[in-house]
């Protein structure tokens, strides 16, 4: 499996931003993505994640009702918008796929089998 975030970037706070997580090298027809961000001196953290099959999603308590995450069949593409963006929401960024379509403890890093290489998202003015 190979993953391919892109779509970091400089912006302001209140602004918004979409990253976008290509995947490819596959076969699995039940499986997730997820979101997860690391920023300098801290513990990498969940996002948000999708199950691609029926589309059901999973939110951080601090980006829900700002961030969507998204996908596009087609493409094997997912995205995630962040809207509202504030300081503290700046770090790296990495997809992640868990190739166990109903995971419970999908918060958790150790439960993802492949990780992107990562996008960068700064928030400041």
């Known amino acids: 499996v190979q993953l391919q975030a892109s779509g970091g970037g400089l912006v302001q706070p209140g602004g918004s931003l979409r990253v976008s997580c290509a995947a490819s090298?596959?076969?699995?027809?039940?499986?997730?993505i997820g979101w997860f961000r690391q920023a300098p001196g801290k513990e990498r953290e969940f996002v948000a994640r999708?199950?691609?099959?029926?589309?059901?999603?999973y939110y951080a308590d601090s980006v829900k009702g700002r961030f969507t995450i998204s996908r596009a069949n087609a493409k094997n593409t997912v995205y995630l918008q962040m809207d509202s963006l504030k300081p503290e929401d700046t770090a790296v960024y990495y997809c992640?796929?868990?190739?166990?379509?109903?995971?419970?403890?999908?918060?958790?890093?150790?439960?993802?089998?492949?990780w992107g290489q990562g996008t960068l998202v700064t928030v400041s003015s």
């Open positions: 999708i199950r691609w099959r029926d589309g059901t999603t």
């Open positions: 090298g596959f076969t699995f027809t039940s499986y997730a």
């Open positions: 992640a796929f868990d190739q166990a379509y109903g995971t419970i403890d999908y918060s958790l890093p150790r439960m993802y089998d492949s």
